[in-house]
């Protein structure tokens, strides 16, 4: 499945595809030599554990390039006073008479138990679009779904958002 990612998304994920190339390699390798000029590598676990350190950043980089290579790049072209992505957005939900604010964000940085929800989630993509004072459906399966209403959006930029796992 392609990742749908932000030109922001795209630059963190090159920003440690970097760091992980020039630093995290180095010392890696730098490890894997220290452990292996220790002597026998039957019983060597600091060997083990540095050709393992190794391995998974290798697999990192990876997986972040092939990201990168797949990625679709999304914009957001939501209006001032419409929900796009990066924006906060406080929520009442009729069924439980309940108020939530959550971040409108890409897959990757989606992080529910932060209330930052994916825009290619069922809540994210019934706001997409709608403007303050909507009443929006949520449509989770073809026999279930739940009523929002929007109290206020917020914009905010994305600067400051971490990737998760970055």
Same mark, same amino acid.
């Given at each position: 499945m392609r990742e749908k990612l932000t030109t922001r998304d795209i630059e963190k994920i090159q920003e440690e595809i970097d760091h992980r190339k020039l630093v995290v390699r180095k010392e890696a390798i730098e490890?894997?030599?220290?452990a292996r000029a220790q002597g026998d590598l039957s019983e060597n676990f600091e060997y083990y554990a540095a050709k393992r350190h190794k391995n998974q950043n290798e697999s990192r980089i990876r997986y972040l390039e092939n990201m990168l $290579?797949?990625?679709?790049?999304?914009?957001?072209? /939501?209006?001032?006073d419409e929900v796009g992505m990066d924006d906060v957005v406080q929520v009442y939900f009729e069924e439980d008479d309940e108020v939530e604010t959550y971040k409108i964000v890409t897959s990757i940085r989606g992080n529910s138990l932060e209330n930052r929800i994916s825009i290619? &989630?069922?809540?994210g993509k019934? !706001? $997409?679009?709608? $403007?303050?004072g909507d009443r929006v459906?949520? $449509?989770?399966?073809? /026999?279930? &779904?739940?009523? !929002?209403?929007?109290? /206020?959006i917020e914009k905010s930029d994305a600067e400051d958002e971490a990737i998760r796992g970055f």
């Open positions: 490890a894997v030599k220290e $290579k797949t990625a679709v790049v999304v914009a957001d072209e /939501s209006r001032e290619e &989630s069922p809540i019934a !706001l $997409k679009g709608h $403007k303050v459906e949520v $449509k989770v399966n073809d /026999s279930y &779904s739940y009523y !929002l209403q929007i109290r /206020s």
